[in-house]
Every structure is written in structure tokens, then in C-alpha cells.
């Protein structure tokens, strides 16, 4: 048995005093007592203790670049986004399996000691070097899996479905050749490491959903593919991080992107959508009411030149929302809400 007893807990959702946390051999919680004394033998005391918490969207790999890439392409005029994700795409072309491995297990660790207990990976680098398929095509996310263990985290890894390189352009271009991926392959991994998690008695640290990398990426009968497949599920998938973006899907779609989703796909509470950045007061109304959420990276927003989200409208809509260290420029979770926080003074000129 392990104890601690700390003078402050965050206990269903309000503080509580004087709390004895006490955990079984497992590591399972068994009791948690407020207003109990402090315990007389050497127990460790804190000031305050909360929950771990759920770091909602994060690309391992991209650990490896973290910092790398604060340059500007002297033939590019100015940097953002679009040039990040080439200098992304040369990095995530020479990774290898057990590099993968390696630089996961390095960043959950860092999570851990941040105070995230859980992760959600959305992976999508799944083919060999050379874009073939690895014998055994789960290679890559069976290395995210044996890194999360040897860390000790919780993952929740959602292989990523990208078929296209853009809206209005099928296929994938030569740089993003290890993410091409089809429906059915996908749905098979969600299932193999949901199997795989049971058969090793470890789903309550492991489980899968599916991720839909954008609607850049994916079209409509993919969607539908994949939604009648995953069951109950979770389903991430990027929408709305960059203004070129919303002006494409009104180009080629005739909708902006949550609009879209809406309208032609529904969502509900399966639904995590990452950023959501440009995203306008009747799609934020309709995320709520369908009971889906939104997963904001601040950090990595702020690093790329997304925009600021409309925190304040989300949550007056009632919009369910949690955060993520996505690209990893930071891994931390105080931080991410600061960066939150600090944004929406900004942008409303408020304390």
C-alpha cells in the first residue's frame, strides 16, 4: 500500500482539505479520504494535488524537430505554416522504427513528469522509408505502443487515415509517401491494438480510436468508410488551423469546414476536433449542441501562426474542450493553458 496525504485535492470536481490518497500494489487508487489527519509515519505530505491529466493530440515524432525548425526559407517570403510542414515532412521521411520508438519513449516520459498520465497519438507515419508497407504494416504503431509501456503512460493511439494531398488534388505527394493509408487500414489497426490491449490485460492503459488527418486529406466516402467501422470510438481529426484552409473548403467543398462536417457528416459525441481555430459563432453552436469537442495546442498554435481561437464564445456555446502539446514545442500542461489564457487577453484586451 501506498499513501500520500496532501493539504489540498482536487476531489468530483471541487477542492478538498486534508486528503489521505491511498493506492494498492497495482497502482490503483483504493481510497481517497478528505478531512483525514496527517499520518503520523513517512508518508510523503503535499501542498496540493490534482488529477493526471489527458494530453489530447500529440505527433511523437515531431519531438525530434522541437526547436529545429525556427528558421525562415530565404526562398520562401516569410514562414508559416505551410513551410513548417515541408521542413516537417524531409525529418518525418528518415525516422525508423526503432528511432520512432525511442523518441516516444523520451517525450511520455517528459509528459509523465509534467503531470500528464494519458496521451492521445495521432499517428500517422506508417509506411517504410521508401513509402512500401512493412511486412507487418502495424510496425510503427506497435513501436508506439511498446514505448507508452516503457514509459509507463496511458496511450490512446489514433492511426490516422490520409489519402490525399490536398482539396482538389488526389494522392500524396513524394514527401508525404509514409502516410498514405486506406479505411480498411486504419479500422484494422484500431482493432488490432484494441485486441492486443485486452489479450495483455492492459485496457485500462491502452486503448485506439481513429484519427481523419483534415479534409485536405480525406474525402467524404473515406469519412463514411471509417465511421461506419469504428463503432463507439473516438474520431480526431484536424479542422479549421489555418485560414487557407477555410478559403480551400469553401472553394472546393462550398462550405467551411465544421460547417461541412455538420451538414454532411454529423457529428456527435465520438468527435475530437483539433484547433478548430477559425471556427464562427454557429459552428461552435453547432459542436455543442452535437456534444463533440474541440482540442486546442495553444503552444503549437501560437509556434506556427495559426490564430487565436474563440475561447469565449466556445465555452458561452458550451463547447467541451481539452488541450494537447501537439508538435511539442512545449510539454507541458501549465503552460499550454497559459499560452490559453494569455492569448485570450490579447485578443480581447482584457485581464
Known amino acids: 500500500m501506498t499513501r500520500l496525504w496532501c493539504e489540498q485535492a482536487w476531489v468530483q470536481g471541487q477542492w478538498a482539505s486534508h486528503v489521505l490518497l491511498e493506492a494498492d500494489a497495482r497502482g490503483y487508487w483504493t481510497c481517497i479520504t478528505p478531512n483525514s489527519p496527517a499520518p503520523d509515519d513517512a508518508s510523503p505530505r503535499l501542498a496540493c494535488v490534482i488529477p493526471g491529466l489527458v494530453n489530447a493530440h500529440s505527433h511523437a515524432f515531431q519531438r525530434a524537430i522541437a526547436g529545429l525548425t525556427e528558421r525562415q526559407d530565404p526562398q520562401r517570403p516569410g514562414d508559416d505554416f505551410w513551410g513548417w510542414r515541408e521542413r516537417m515532412y524531409q525529418v518525418a521521411l528518415r525516422i525508423d522504427a526503432a528511432q520512432l520508438e525511442t523518441i516516444a519513449e523520451w517525450l511520455y516520459r517528459e509528459m509523465l513528469q509534467a503531470g500528464f498520465t494519458q496521451v492521445c497519438e495521432f499517428h500517422y507515419l506508417h509506411r517504410n522509408?521508401?513509402?512500401?508497407?512493412?511486412?507487418?504494416?502495424?510496425?510503427?504503431?506497435?513501436?508506439?505502443?511498446?514505448?507508452?509501456?516503457?514509459?509507463?503512460?496511458?496511450l490512446t493511439l489514433l492511426p490516422t487515415l490520409y489519402m490525399h494531398r490536398g482539396l482538389g488534388q488526389p494522392g500524396l505527394s513524394d514527401a508525404q509517401r509514409r502516410f498514405a493509408t486506406t479505411p480498411n487500414d486504419v479500422l484494422s489497426w484500431q482493432a488490432q491494438i484494441t485486441e492486443l490491449a485486452r489479450v495483455q490485460g492492459r485496457s485500462h492503459v491502452l486503448n485506439a480510436g481513429v484519427a481523419l488527418h483534415s479534409l485536405r486529406a480525406v474525402d467524404a466516402a473515406?469519412?463514411?468508410?471509417?465511421?461506419?467501422?469504428?463503432?463507439?470510438?473516438?474520431?480526431?481529426?484536424?479542422?479549421?488551423?489555418?485560414?487557407?484552409?477555410?478559403?480551400?473548403?469553401?472553394?472546393?467543398?462550398?462550405?467551411?469546414?465544421?460547417?461541412?462536417?455538420?451538414?454532411?457528416?454529423?457529428?456527435?459525441?465520438?468527435?475530437?476536433?483539433?484547433?478548430?481555430?477559425?471556427?464562427?459563432?454557429?459552428?461552435?453552436?453547432?459542436?455543442?449542441?452535437?456534444?463533440?469537442?474541440?482540442?486546442?495546442?495553444?503552444?503549437t498554435e501560437a509556434n506556427l501562426g495559426d490564430g487565436v481561437f474563440d475561447f469565449g464564445c466556445a465555452t458561452a456555446q458550451g463547447v467541451h474542450w481539452s488541450i494537447g502539446t501537439d508538435s511539442h514545442v512545449n510539454r507541458h500542461p501549465a503552460l499550454e493553458l497559459q499560452m490559453l489564457e494569455y492569448g485570450q487577453r490579447m485578443q480581447l484586451r482584457q485581464r
Open 222 to 299: 473515406a469519412i463514411r468508410a471509417v465511421l461506419d467501422g469504428v463503432g463507439q470510438a473516438p474520431v480526431h481529426m484536424h479542422v479549421a488551423e489555418q485560414t487557407q484552409e477555410v478559403d480551400d473548403c469553401l472553394q472546393h467543398l462550398g462550405q467551411r469546414p465544421v460547417e461541412w462536417l455538420l451538414q454532411h457528416v454529423g457529428l456527435d459525441a465520438r468527435w475530437n476536433l483539433v484547433h478548430a481555430t477559425h471556427t464562427l459563432p454557429h459552428e461552435l453552436e453547432g459542436i455543442a449542441q452535437a456534444n463533440a469537442a474541440v482540442v486546442l495546442c495553444p503552444t
Open 129 to 154: 522509408r521508401d513509402g512500401t508497407p512493412y511486412p507487418d504494416a502495424a510496425t510503427l504503431s506497435l513501436a508506439l505502443t511498446r514505448a507508452a509501456d516503457k514509459a509507463g503512460i496511458g
